[in-house]
């Protein structure tokens, strides 16, 4: 916006290119415009696409419903959704809150011991390497149809990222700083609280958004293996029914699911981390 | 009373200081080979010489950073050993914590001592005030120019009312503009402050400008090659004093040692 009361102190100034100027202001405010919503525009006009294209094209709800009749099926059928949703959710949230709870330790000490990140790390790159999604039998195998594999499968997925993540972000921060605070007398508990972490935010936050969504590929591809109920369940039953509408709709609160997550996360870390850049 | 009172300024002794840096792979460094140096209270010592000289490995030592390897060194009796409040480090970046504000930067060494920090916050605002920033206290540091940053960085080291003030090339990474204005500013501050300064630098021209003594050192292994005392009146002019005879013969002796040396080549 600073720019564009920049244009137009230059009007006052200029006045025989009056004319000119407040063309040039316009285009650049519909620049501004399109700039901001280019993706959403896009988006609409896919949507639009699909919509006109389906019935011009012959095929029948029945192969590929369009965006208006997904939308109407998902208001219908919002109760079932929830009540699918919310064990998947549970799924998600478990695996993920696991991954947490042992990648953010297990990152701490592959920081500080060296003896534990030579014995640790090439472990953990190396397990990175398993498709975790080919598990999924395995763990059906082991944990039975309940949420246990699902919860694992997320759990495995998101701990790679958490881990990667917070490692780099505590070894990537200047030594002068940690110099500067022993040199106020701070020990190592200080160091951590006052320096450390506040510096890894960022980065630990980048892990955590990465590792959510994945946790949501995690339980679904749990649930698609053997599962009683959850949005990945309602998914295949819908298969089997043909009813590719439905389908369509868990899609949607499936993906609605990944980015409420994320985007709380979002929130989370723009009210606990400071970034270097968003100051302005 | 919240303005900043005048600080008595610490002696510092350092006798036969010596640092070995022991490598891995290649020979141990012989980084400071038995320095003696006497600092008197409130002086205002300018260490010069380059780049792998000592004078960084000196200030790490003093401020209890580093071990010592050989020798001691005493702050107003008291042995060094570990990093103590009697000291405050300023050093060539700012290294502010971009993730609090200008105040909560300044208050760091009163949050980590465990001190009350209401009871310094009056003092934090005074400081800012002296160095020209009085309202910014709620800024982030990246509003801040560097300059403006390195202020901010010397607040946070007298927060405290340090007895010795140890600025480690505090000016090297400012434009030139910038700079002459820091070096100004410095000197008004500490002739109202009184603490002790041991100021490194690679500016020959600031050292003697600033100091009242300027040590210059030669490196492998860091030794004092010169202690030379700077006979002129305060407050100095950074303008006039580039037409000074005076302030060229104490800057020719300096290059001289280092002409000598082959640290500077003259062509």
Redesign the interface.
Known sequence: MARVSGFSGSVAVQTERGKNTIKAKRKFRLQQLTERFSALFLAVALLAVWQIAVPLSGLSEFILPTPLAIATRIANELPLLASHGYITLFEVLAGFGMGVAIGIPLSLLIFYSRAFEKAVYPLLVALQTIPKVALAPILVLYLGYGWAPKITLAFLIALFPIVISTVVGLQSLDKNLVNLVRSMGANEMQTFFKVRLPAALPNIFGGFKVAISLSVIGAVIGEYVAAERGLGYLQLQANSLFDTTLNFASVVAISALGVSLYFILDFIESKVAYKRDSAK | MSAVSPTIGAEVDIAQLTKIYHTRESEDVLALDAIDLKIERGSFVAVVGPSGCGKSTLL?LL???TPISDGQITIDSERVA????K?G?V?Q?D?L???RTVIENIL??I???GLDVKKYAAKAEELLKQVGLAGFGKK?P??LSGGMRQRVAICRALIQEPGLLLMDEPFGALDALTREQMIMDLQTMWVRLGNTVLFITHGIDEAVFLADRVIVMSPRPGRIDLDLKVDMPRPRQWSRVHEDPIFHGYVRQIREIFEAKGILVAH
């Open positions: 790490s401020a209890g950073l570990k990093p103590h409040s000291i480090v050093f970046s290294l914590l971009y993730w760091l060494p949050e980590i001592k982030y990246s509003e």
